[in-house]
């Protein structure tokens, strides 16, 4: 039993930062590649950012790189994601996702992950 948890999210003032967290377990991930998505009222999901959990290889979102940081801590079995500069566009409740088929194109696509967390609400207020 594979279960993603998200920890995090919460208010926070335009410009601002906050950390989430994701806490995986079930299994050995060694082989999964982990991601962030999100999806903001009225739109649909979207992919935010990946890491590859053995060997840490990344893929970021345009509209995320150089203000969020991906990364894990492979002891705690925890996904991280550093959110920093935010603006109210990035306004969303965010998922941890998994896909056991480990690193590709696929990771890109919500459809390519084959396990979900139940999200945490980012509220960025101007």
């Known amino acids: 039993q594979v279960q993603l948890v998200e920890s995090g999210g919460g208010l926070v003032q335009a410009g601002g930062s906050l950390r989430l967290s994701c806490a995986a377990s079930?299994?050995?991930?060694?082989?999964?590649?982990m991601g962030w998505f999100r999806q903001a009222p009225g739109k649909e999901r979207e992919f935010v950012v990946a890491?590859?959990?053995?060997?840490?290889?990344?893929d970021y979102a345009d509209s995320v790189k150089g203000r969020f940081t991906i990364s894990r801590d492979k002891a705690k079995n925890t996904v991280y994601l550093q959110m920093n500069s935010l603006k109210p566009e990035d306004t969303a409740v965010y998922y941890c996702?998994?896909?056991?088929?480990?690193?590709?194109?696929?990771?890109?696509?919500?459809?390519?992950?084959?396990?979900w967390g139940k999200g945490t609400l980012v509220t960025v207020s101007s």
């Open positions: 079930g299994r050995s991930f060694s082989s999964f590649a």
């Open positions: 890491i590859s959990w053995s060997g840490g290889s990344t």
């Open positions: 996702a998994a896909a056991s088929t480990g690193w590709g194109p696929h990771i890109e696509d919500q459809d390519g992950m084959d396990y």
